[in-house]
C-alpha cells in the first residue's frame, strides 16, 4: 500500500530543549487502549500540556502561540523507552512530519521511518544552535533536504548533512511500503524456511 | 573462519537477505503478541487482504491493561475491555494461540514465553514491546518492535532490521548481602546511562552472570533496554539446560536431544570482537535505588544524589527530574519515607522475586503507612506462589497476592500511584507518570522493596538479613 512521500521540508519548529524525552511522556500509557491509528495527537505530550485538573499548562511550548510547525526540535536521546509506536503516531497526528535531535532510541527512529516521519540526526552543537536560535526568533525556518540528506537553518545559513541509509531514503522519496517489499519476497522465505528445517 | 560472537551467529543464521545498503530481512522464529500494540497491526493485515503467515509461530496473551482483582468479573473500563475483546477476536479469526483472561496460561508475555517453553536458545523473538529483551537470557536475539513490524511477522514472518553493534559486558565477583541481578543492571545502567548503548546488543558475561539462576538472567537481559541496548543475551550453559529440562513441553519433545547437543555449541568464539566491551566488578555494586526519571539516576541505597555543578551535561533535565521527584541534589534518601510499595512487571514479577520477598516479610509486619501491591507475573507463577504458602507468608505479614498483570509497572488499568506519592518498585521505569499521572517511582530490587514496606522508608534491605 503507498504511503506518504517525504522530499523536501522547509518550516518553523517547535523547540523541546529536554534530553531522555521518553516515550511515555510522548504520550502516556493510560491513552494506548485505542485499537485504531488515528486521533492519538490530542493526547501528544499530555500531562505535560496540561495540569492534574486537566487545565493547560500556558507554559509548554504546544501551548504558546509564538511556536507553530511541522518540524519538532528535541535534546538527546528522544523517544526512549516503551516500543509504543502510538508514541510516533500522536507526533504525526499533531502535525510533525520530522523530529531533529543529536540521539534517538532505536526503536523510536525505526518506528518513524515507518511511519514516513523523518528522525533528523544532527551533532549537538548545531541542534544547540537550532534550539537557541527558534527560542530568540520563532519565525526562524528549518529545511530538510531528504535528496540531499541536508538540513539548513535557513536564517543563518548554518547547514549539516545527516545520515539515513539508502533503502530507507528510497521508502520516503518514493512512499515505498515495506510490507510490500516483504510480501514480494515470499518464495525467498518459504526457501529459507525449508533450508532452516534441514539444518535442524 | 573469523571468531564470531554469539550474536552473529544467531543473526547470520536468520538472514533471508541484506539490502545493500539498507536493513536486513530477517527471519523470526517465535513471535508474542499482546492487546496494546496489536490490533492496529491486525487492522493492515484486513486492508491488505491478507492471512497470518505462519500463524503458529505466534502466541497472544492478555497482560497490559487488565485487572489485577476480580479477574472473573467483566473489566469495569470499556475501552481495556474493548481492547481485550479485539485481542479475542483477532486471534480467533486469524488462527493464533491465545492465553487469555482466566486462562491457566495467562501472564505477561514475557513471563509466560518461557515458563512455557516457547523460549528457546539460538532463536530470534520479536514482540511489540522493548522488554522483550527478557529472552535473551535463554541465549536468544529477542527485541521490541514497533506496531508496523509486528504487522510485518505477522504478515511475512520476517521484519527489516539494520544489525546493531556488538557489546560485552562482564561482571566478575561474588555478591555482597543484599544485593541481587536487579542491583547488578541497575548499577549498570546507572554507569553507561539511560542512552549509553543505543544501536548495540549485548552480551552479558563472567562469573556473576553465569552463578545466576534463569529468573536473575532474565531480570538482567530483560533491563537492557533501559540502557537504550536494542537486546542483551547470555550464552545457554547448563542452568539454562537444567530449566528447560524441567518444562514438559520442551522436554518431551522427539527432538530434545538433537536440540540439546545444538544449544551447548551457542558461545561467542573466544577471540570474536565486540565493538565495545566493559567490566564491572560484583563486590562493589550495593543494593541499588533509582532518584530521578531515568533508569540511569540510580546509586547505592545509602549514597547521595550527585550535586548539580557536578553535572555538566543536561542540567536543565537533571533538575527537572528532581523537582518532579521532589528530591534536591546532594540529598541522601535512606530513611526517606515511602507510601507505596510494587513487586511485579516482567522484571521482578516471577517465582524467585516472590519467594526473595516473602523470606524477608515473614514474621514481621507491613508499615500501617505503606500501601503494597503484589502482583504474579502470571498464573502459573500465583499458583506455584500458592503451592508453596507464599500466600498465606504474605497475608500473616499484612500483603495480599493480586492476580497476575502488567499491573502498576505502566497503570493502564485501576493499580495507579496517585500523585505525589513515593512507590518504592520492582519494575523497570521511573519514567514521569509511568506508574500514575503525577506519580513518583524508585526503582530497586524485591529485598529493598520488602525493607522499605517493612520500615516505611528507604531502608537497606542488607540490615534485615540474618547472617
Known amino acids: 500500500?503507498?504511503?506518504?512521500?517525504?522530499?523536501?521540508?522547509?518550516?518553523?519548529?517547535?523547540?523541546?530543549?529536554?534530553?531522555?524525552?521518553?516515550?511515555?511522556?510522548?504520550?502516556?500509557?493510560?491513552?494506548?487502549?485505542?485499537?485504531?491509528?488515528?486521533?492519538?495527537?490530542?493526547?501528544?505530550?499530555?500531562?505535560?500540556?496540561?495540569?492534574?485538573?486537566?487545565?493547560?499548562?500556558?507554559?509548554?511550548?504546544?501551548?504558546?502561540?509564538?511556536?507553530?510547525?511541522?518540524?519538532?526540535?528535541?535534546?538527546?536521546?528522544?523517544?526512549?523507552?516503551?516500543?509504543?509506536?502510538?508514541?510516533?503516531?500522536?507526533?504525526?497526528?499533531?502535525?510533525?512530519?520530522?523530529?531533529?535531535?543529536?540521539?534517538?532510541?532505536?526503536?523510536?527512529?525505526?518506528?518513524?521511518?515507518?511511519?514516513?516521519?523523518?528522525?533528523?540526526?544532527?551533532?549537538?552543537?548545531?541542534?544547540?544552535?537550532?534550539?537557541?536560535?527558534?527560542?530568540?526568533?520563532?519565525?526562524?525556518?528549518?529545511?530538510?533536504?531528504?535528496?540531499?540528506?541536508?538540513?539548513?537553518?535557513?536564517?543563518?545559513?548554518?547547514?549539516?548533512?545527516?545520515?539515513?541509509?539508502?533503502?530507507?531514503?528510497?521508502?520516503?522519496?518514493?512512499?515505498?511500503?515495506?510490507?510490500?517489499?516483504?510480501?514480494?519476497?515470499?518464495?525467498?522465505?518459504?526457501?529459507?524456511?525449508?533450508r532452516n528445517t534441514l539444518r535442524q | 573462519m573469523t571468531p564470531r560472537t554469539l550474536f552473529d551467529k544467531i543473526w547470520d543464521s536468520?538472514?533471508?537477505?541484506?539490502?545493500?545498503?539498507?536493513?536486513?530481512?530477517?527471519?523470526?522464529?517465535q513471535h508474542f503478541i499482546h492487546e496494546v500494540t496489536s490490533p492496529q497491526a491486525f487492522e493492515g493485515l484486513r486492508a491488505r487482504g491478507i492471512p497470518v503467515f505462519r500463524p503458529a509461530k505466534t502466541v497472544a496473551t492478555a497482560d497490559h491493561n487488565i485487572p489485577t482483582m476480580d479477574q472473573d468479573l467483566p473489566i469495569?473500563?470499556?475501552?481495556?475491555?474493548?481492547?481485550?475483546?479485539?485481542?479475542?477476536?483477532?486471534?480467533?479469526?486469524?488462527?493464533?494461540?491465545?492465553?487469555?483472561?482466566?486462562?491457566?496460561?495467562?501472564?505477561?508475555?514475557?513471563?509466560?514465553?518461557?515458563?512455557?517453553?516457547?523460549?528457546?536458545?539460538g532463536m530470534t523473538i520479536v514482540c511489540g514491546d522493548s522488554h522483550t529483551s527478557t529472552h535473551g537470557a535463554f541465549g536468544t536475539i529477542a527485541f521490541g518492535i514497533g506496531t508496523s513490524e509486528v504487522e510485518m511477522v505477522l504478515a511475512?514472518?520476517?521484519?527489516?532490521?539494520?544489525?546493531?553493534?556488538?557489546m560485552k559486558i562482564t561482571v566478575n565477583g561474588s555478591l555482597r548481602k543484599g544485593v541481587t541481578a536487579k542491583d547488578i543492571i541497575l548499577h549498570i545502567i546507572s554507569k553507561i546511562s539511560s542512552g549509553g548503548a543505543t544501536g548495540y546488543f549485548v552480551e552479558y558475561c563472567g562469573n556473576a552472570i553465569t552463578s545466576m539462576t534463569m529468573e536473575g538472567r532474565m531480570t538482567i537481559c530483560n533491563m537492557s533496554i533501559e540502557m537504550g541496548a536494542r537486546g542483551g543475551l547470555i550464552a545457554p550453559d547448563m542452568t539454562t539446560f537444567g530449566y528447560l529440562n524441567r518444562i514438559p513441553a520442551v522436554e518431551s519433545r522427539p527432538d530434545f536431544k538433537s536440540l540439546l547437543l545444538r544449544w551447548r555449541s551457542l558461545k561467542s568464539d573466544p577471540e570474536a570482537h565486540f565493538d565495545r566491551?566493559?567490566?564491572?566488578?560484583?563486590?562493589?555494586?550495593?543494593?541499588?535505588?533509582?532518584y530521578g526519571t531515568n533508569p540511569g539516576m540510580g546509586m547505592a541505597i545509602d549514597g547521595t544524589i550527585p550535586g548539580a555543578e557536578s553535572i555538566t551535561e543536561g542540567k536543565a533535565s537533571f533538575l527537572k527530574s528532581l523537582e518532579y521527584m521532589g528530591f534536591r541534589p546532594g540529598q541522601k534518601l535512606l530513611g526517606h519515607p515511602i507510601d507505596y510499595i510494587f513487586v511485579g512487571s516482567c522484571t521482578n514479577g516471577r517465582i524467585e522475586d516472590l519467594r526473595a520477598f516473602a523470606a524477608m516479610v515473614k514474621g514481621r509486619k507491613k508499615s500501617p503507612n505503606v500501601?503494597?501491591?503484589?502482583?504474579?507475573?502470571?498464573?502459573?507463577?500465583?499458583?506455584?506462589?500458592?503451592?508453596?504458602?507464599?500466600?498465606?507468608?504474605?497475608?500473616?505479614?499484612?500483603?495480599?497476592?493480586?492476580?497476575?498483570?502488567?499491573?502498576?509497572?505502566?497503570?493502564?488499568?485501576?493499580?495507579?500511584?496517585?500523585?505525589?506519592?513515593?512507590?518504592?518498585?520492582?519494575?523497570?521505569?521511573?519514567f514521569e507518570g509511568r506508574q500514575g499521572p503525577g506519580a513518583r517511582t524508585l526503582l530497586a530490587s524485591p529485598l529493598t522493596a520488602a525493607a522499605a514496606a517493612i520500615f516505611g522508608k528507604i531502608t537497606d534491605p542488607a540490615e534485615l538479613i540474618k547472617n
Open chain 2, 76 to 121: 469495569r473500563d470499556l475501552l481495556s475491555r474493548n481492547q481485550i475483546e479485539t485481542l479475542t477476536r483477532n486471534c480467533n479469526e486469524f488462527g493464533i494461540e491465545y492465553f487469555g483472561l482466566n486462562h491457566p496460561k495467562n501472564g505477561i508475555v514475557h513471563v509466560v514465553g518461557p515458563e512455557l517453553g516457547y523460549t528457546l536458545p
Open chain 1, 1 to 194: 500500500m503507498p504511503k506518504a512521500k517525504f522530499n523536501i521540508l522547509e518550516s518553523t519548529c517547535v523547540p523541546l530543549p529536554f534530553e531522555n524525552v521518553d516515550t511515555d511522556q510522548i504520550i502516556p500509557a493510560r491513552f494506548l487502549s485505542a485499537t485504531s491509528r488515528e486521533g492519538f495527537g490530542e493526547n501528544l505530550f499530555r500531562d505535560w500540556r496540561y495540569d492534574k485538573e486537566g487545565n493547560k499548562n500556558e507554559s509548554f511550548v504546544l501551548n504558546d502561540n509564538k511556536f507553530e510547525g511541522e518540524i519538532l526540535v528535541a535534546g538527546k536521546n528522544f523517544g526512549c523507552g516503551s516500543s509504543r509506536e502510538h508514541a510516533v503516531w500522536a507526533v504525526t497526528d499533531f502535525g510533525f512530519r520530522a523530529v531533529v535531535s543529536s540521539f534517538f532510541a532505536d526503536i523510536f527512529r525505526n518506528n518513524s521511518l515507518n511511519n514516513g516521519l523523518l528522525p533528523v540526526i544532527v551533532p549537538e552543537d548545531f541542534l544547540q544552535k537550532v534550539l537557541e536560535t527558534v527560542k530568540n526568533d520563532p519565525s526562524a525556518k528549518l529545511k530538510i533536504d531528504l535528496p540531499n540528506q541536508e538540513i539548513t537553518l535557513t536564517s543563518t545559513g548554518d547547514s549539516v548533512k545527516f545520515d539515513i541509509n539508502s533503502y530507507k531514503k528510497e521508502c520516503l522519496l518514493k512512499g515505498l511500503d515495506d510490507i510490500d517489499y516483504l510480501l514480494g519476497l515470499k518464495e525467498m522465505i518459504t526457501a529459507y524456511e525449508f
Open chain 2, 371 to 430: 500501601t503494597a501491591l503484589i502482583v504474579p507475573g502470571s498464573k502459573r507463577v500465583e499458583q506455584q506462589a500458592i503451592r508453596e504458602g507464599i500466600d498465606k507468608v504474605l497475608a500473616e505479614a499484612g500483603f495480599e497476592l493480586r492476580q497476575p498483570g502488567c499491573s502498576s509497572c505502566l497503570a493502564m488499568n485501576e493499580d495507579k500511584i496517585p500523585a505525589g506519592k513515593y512507590a518504592v518498585s520492582t519494575s523497570n521505569r521511573n
Open chain 2, 277 to 290: 566491551e566493559m567490566e564491572f566488578d560484583a563486590c562493589e555494586i550495593r543494593p541499588m535505588i533509582t
Open chain 2, 14 to 29: 536468520h538472514v533471508v537477505r541484506s539490502i545493500e545498503g539498507g536493513p536486513d530481512v530477517l527471519y523470526i522464529d
Open chain 2, 156 to 166: 511475512t514472518q520476517t521484519i527489516l532490521q539494520p544489525k546493531p553493534k556488538s
